[in-house]
Protein backbone atom coordinates (compact mmCIF):
# COMPACT_ATOMS: atom_id res chain seq x y z
CA UNK A 1 0.00 0.00 0.00
CA UNK A 2 1.38 3.47 -0.48
CA UNK A 3 1.99 5.94 1.68
CA UNK A 4 -0.14 8.64 0.60
CA UNK A 5 -2.92 7.78 -2.15
CA UNK A 6 -5.15 9.99 -4.28
CA UNK A 7 -7.52 9.52 -7.46
CA UNK A 8 -5.05 10.67 -10.05
CA UNK A 9 -8.56 11.73 -11.73
CA UNK A 10 -8.97 13.82 -13.83
CA UNK A 11 -12.15 15.21 -12.80
CA UNK A 12 -13.88 17.67 -15.34
CA UNK A 13 -16.31 19.91 -13.90
CA UNK A 14 -18.43 22.64 -14.98
CA UNK A 15 -17.52 26.15 -13.68
CA UNK A 16 -19.32 26.65 -10.53
CA UNK A 17 -19.62 22.94 -9.54
CA UNK A 18 -18.50 21.82 -6.44
CA UNK A 19 -15.92 18.95 -6.15
CA UNK A 20 -14.47 17.33 -3.63
CA UNK A 21 -11.00 14.92 -3.37
CA UNK A 22 -9.98 12.14 -0.86
CA UNK A 23 -6.45 11.41 0.03
CA UNK A 24 -5.66 8.64 2.50
CA UNK A 25 -2.32 8.06 4.14
CA UNK A 26 -0.47 4.84 6.18
CA UNK A 27 1.02 6.47 8.74
CA UNK A 28 -1.05 7.05 11.88
CA UNK A 29 1.57 8.98 13.39
CA UNK A 30 1.33 11.46 10.87
CA UNK A 31 0.98 14.73 12.52
CA UNK A 32 1.20 17.74 9.85
CA UNK A 33 -1.39 17.55 6.24
CA UNK A 34 -0.98 19.74 3.53
CA UNK A 35 -2.82 20.47 -0.17
CA UNK A 36 -0.87 21.76 -2.41
CA UNK A 37 -1.55 23.48 -5.87
CA UNK A 38 0.84 22.20 -9.10
CA UNK A 39 0.57 23.64 -12.47
CA UNK A 40 1.80 21.93 -15.52
CA UNK A 41 5.36 22.62 -15.45
CA UNK A 42 5.64 24.23 -12.26
CA UNK A 43 6.63 23.89 -8.69
CA UNK A 44 4.04 22.96 -6.02
CA UNK A 45 2.10 25.94 -4.57
CA UNK A 46 1.27 25.63 -0.85
CA UNK A 47 -2.94 25.80 -1.23
CA UNK A 48 -3.43 25.62 2.50
CA UNK A 49 -2.31 23.36 5.93
CA UNK A 50 -4.97 20.92 7.28
CA UNK A 51 -5.79 21.31 10.61
CA UNK A 52 -7.51 19.04 12.82
CA UNK A 53 -10.34 20.44 13.31
CA UNK A 54 -10.79 21.52 9.72
CA UNK A 55 -10.22 24.89 8.56
CA UNK A 56 -11.93 27.24 5.45
CA UNK A 57 -9.98 29.58 3.29
CA UNK A 58 -12.29 31.21 0.69
CA UNK A 59 -13.95 28.47 -1.37
CA UNK A 60 -11.45 26.10 0.21
CA UNK A 61 -12.44 23.68 2.96
CA UNK A 62 -10.10 21.10 4.04
CA UNK A 63 -10.60 18.49 6.64
CA UNK A 64 -8.74 15.81 8.32
CA UNK A 65 -10.83 12.15 9.59
CA UNK A 66 -7.86 10.54 11.76
CA UNK A 67 -9.63 7.43 12.36
CA UNK A 68 -9.83 7.16 9.20
CA UNK A 69 -6.56 8.50 7.82
CA UNK A 70 -8.02 10.88 5.13
CA UNK A 71 -7.99 14.24 4.27
CA UNK A 72 -9.85 15.72 2.12
CA UNK A 73 -10.29 19.33 -0.20
CA UNK A 74 -13.91 20.36 -1.15
CA UNK A 75 -13.76 22.98 -3.90
CA UNK A 76 -17.14 25.42 -4.12
CA UNK A 77 -18.17 27.51 -7.07
CA UNK A 78 -15.24 25.72 -9.07
CA UNK A 79 -13.66 28.69 -11.24
CA UNK A 80 -11.44 27.76 -14.51
CA UNK A 81 -8.96 29.19 -12.68
CA UNK A 82 -9.02 26.40 -10.60
CA UNK A 83 -8.05 23.85 -13.34
CA UNK A 84 -4.78 22.35 -11.61
CA UNK A 85 -3.17 19.50 -10.24
CA UNK A 86 -3.94 18.79 -6.26
CA UNK A 87 -1.31 17.38 -4.59
CA UNK A 88 -1.67 15.99 -0.98
CA UNK A 89 1.28 16.03 1.80
CA UNK A 90 1.46 14.23 4.78
CA UNK A 91 4.34 14.82 7.08
CA UNK A 92 5.84 10.54 6.95
CA UNK A 93 8.39 11.19 9.39
CA UNK A 94 8.14 10.55 12.94
CA UNK A 95 7.95 13.74 15.44
CA UNK A 96 8.84 11.98 18.41
CA UNK A 97 12.43 11.30 16.79
CA UNK A 98 13.07 13.98 15.20
CA UNK A 99 12.40 13.50 11.44
CA UNK A 100 9.84 15.81 9.06
CA UNK A 101 9.63 13.52 6.05
CA UNK A 102 7.00 14.44 3.88
CA UNK A 103 5.60 12.18 1.41
CA UNK A 104 3.38 13.64 -1.75
CA UNK A 105 0.31 11.86 -3.11
CA UNK A 106 0.23 11.22 -7.03
CA UNK A 107 -1.95 14.59 -7.21
CA UNK A 108 -5.57 14.44 -8.72
CA UNK A 109 -5.74 16.86 -11.71
CA UNK A 110 -9.15 18.84 -11.70
CA UNK A 111 -10.26 20.21 -15.09
CA UNK A 112 -13.15 23.20 -14.89
CA UNK A 113 -14.97 23.59 -18.09
CA UNK A 114 -16.45 26.39 -19.37
CA UNK B 1 11.29 38.84 -0.01
CA UNK B 2 12.88 36.39 -2.78
CA UNK B 3 12.21 32.53 -2.50
CA UNK B 4 14.00 29.93 -3.19
CA UNK B 5 15.96 29.65 -6.19
CA UNK B 6 17.32 26.62 -8.24
CA UNK B 7 19.97 26.58 -10.71
CA UNK B 8 20.51 25.34 -13.66
CA UNK B 9 16.83 25.31 -14.97
CA UNK B 10 17.64 22.87 -17.53
CA UNK B 11 20.86 20.47 -17.65
CA UNK B 12 21.19 18.15 -20.00
CA UNK B 13 24.22 15.58 -19.70
CA UNK B 14 25.20 12.28 -21.13
CA UNK B 15 24.52 9.15 -19.70
CA UNK B 16 27.86 8.21 -16.89
CA UNK B 17 28.44 12.01 -16.84
CA UNK B 18 28.56 13.94 -13.00
CA UNK B 19 26.39 16.66 -12.42
CA UNK B 20 25.72 18.71 -9.22
CA UNK B 21 22.07 20.39 -8.91
CA UNK B 22 21.84 24.14 -7.01
CA UNK B 23 19.65 25.18 -4.20
CA UNK B 24 19.28 28.84 -2.47
CA UNK B 25 16.84 28.25 -0.50
CA UNK B 26 14.47 31.43 1.22
CA UNK B 27 16.92 33.49 3.84
CA UNK B 28 16.37 32.62 7.65
CA UNK B 29 14.67 28.98 6.94
CA UNK B 30 16.42 26.00 8.68
CA UNK B 31 15.29 22.88 6.78
CA UNK B 32 15.84 22.12 3.28
CA UNK B 33 14.35 19.54 1.52
CA UNK B 34 15.24 17.44 -1.96
CA UNK B 35 12.60 16.20 -3.96
CA UNK B 36 12.70 14.40 -7.63
CA UNK B 37 9.29 14.55 -9.91
CA UNK B 38 8.80 12.57 -13.09
CA UNK B 39 5.45 13.04 -15.50
CA UNK B 40 2.16 12.09 -13.77
CA UNK B 41 3.91 11.32 -10.35
CA UNK B 42 3.77 13.75 -7.14
CA UNK B 43 7.19 14.83 -5.85
CA UNK B 44 9.41 11.92 -4.62
CA UNK B 45 11.24 12.73 -1.08
CA UNK B 46 15.15 12.38 -1.28
CA UNK B 47 16.45 14.18 1.24
CA UNK B 48 16.08 17.12 3.99
CA UNK B 49 18.71 19.03 6.32
CA UNK B 50 18.04 20.62 9.50
CA UNK B 51 20.77 23.01 9.47
CA UNK B 52 24.04 21.90 8.31
CA UNK B 53 22.81 17.77 8.91
CA UNK B 54 20.79 15.96 6.96
CA UNK B 55 18.36 14.65 9.27
CA UNK B 56 16.90 12.18 7.06
CA UNK B 57 18.42 10.40 3.73
CA UNK B 58 15.96 7.84 3.20
CA UNK B 59 15.07 8.71 -0.19
CA UNK B 60 18.36 8.37 -2.27
CA UNK B 61 17.85 5.88 -4.58
CA UNK B 62 21.69 4.71 -4.16
CA UNK B 63 24.61 6.00 -3.57
CA UNK B 64 25.26 7.52 -6.83
CA UNK B 65 23.51 10.08 -5.33
CA UNK B 66 25.12 12.87 -2.53
CA UNK B 67 23.85 16.33 -0.59
CA UNK B 68 25.42 19.04 1.21
CA UNK B 69 24.81 21.80 2.47
CA UNK B 70 28.12 22.80 4.28
CA UNK B 71 26.94 26.38 5.72
CA UNK B 72 23.16 25.83 6.55
CA UNK B 73 21.82 28.01 3.27
CA UNK B 74 22.83 26.52 0.15
CA UNK B 75 23.03 23.09 -0.88
CA UNK B 76 23.85 21.08 -3.72
CA UNK B 77 22.44 18.03 -4.99
CA UNK B 78 25.11 15.38 -6.76
CA UNK B 79 24.63 12.78 -8.74
CA UNK B 80 27.59 10.44 -9.68
CA UNK B 81 27.29 8.02 -13.13
CA UNK B 82 24.08 9.89 -13.93
CA UNK B 83 21.94 7.05 -15.82
CA UNK B 84 18.72 7.75 -18.10
CA UNK B 85 16.49 6.76 -15.02
CA UNK B 86 17.23 10.24 -13.32
CA UNK B 87 16.34 12.33 -15.87
CA UNK B 88 13.45 13.93 -14.16
CA UNK B 89 12.65 17.45 -12.40
CA UNK B 90 14.44 17.91 -9.35
CA UNK B 91 12.73 20.26 -6.98
CA UNK B 92 13.91 22.28 -3.69
CA UNK B 93 12.08 23.11 -0.91
CA UNK B 94 12.57 25.42 2.39
CA UNK B 95 10.52 26.04 5.48
CA UNK B 96 11.22 27.89 8.23
CA UNK B 97 11.42 25.08 10.78
CA UNK B 98 11.07 21.17 10.39
CA UNK B 99 6.83 21.04 10.35
CA UNK B 100 6.33 24.21 8.80
CA UNK B 101 5.21 24.37 5.15
CA UNK B 102 7.52 24.18 2.27
CA UNK B 103 8.16 26.44 -0.17
CA UNK B 104 9.61 25.45 -3.46
CA UNK B 105 11.56 26.51 -5.86
CA UNK B 106 11.03 26.25 -9.99
CA UNK B 107 13.26 23.14 -9.92
CA UNK B 108 15.67 21.95 -12.43
CA UNK B 109 14.96 19.72 -15.38
CA UNK B 110 17.78 17.11 -15.64
CA UNK B 111 17.89 14.94 -18.72
CA UNK B 112 20.11 12.25 -19.03
CA UNK B 113 20.65 11.15 -22.80
Known amino acids: RKEVEQDPGPFNVPEGATVAFNCTYS??????FFWYRQDCRKEPKLLMS???SGNEDGRFTAQLNRASQYISLLIRDSKLSDSATYLC???????????????FGTGTRLKVLA | GAGVSQTPSNKVTEKGKYVELRCDPISGHTALYWYRQSLGQGPEFLIYFQGTGAADDSGLPNDRFFAVRPEGSVSTLKIQRTERGDSAVYLC???????????FGPGTRLTVL
Open chain 2, 93 to 103: ASSLIEGNEQF
Open chain 1, 89 to 103: VVNGGNPTSGTYKYI
Open chain 1, 27 to 32: NSASQS
Open chain 1, 50 to 52: VYS
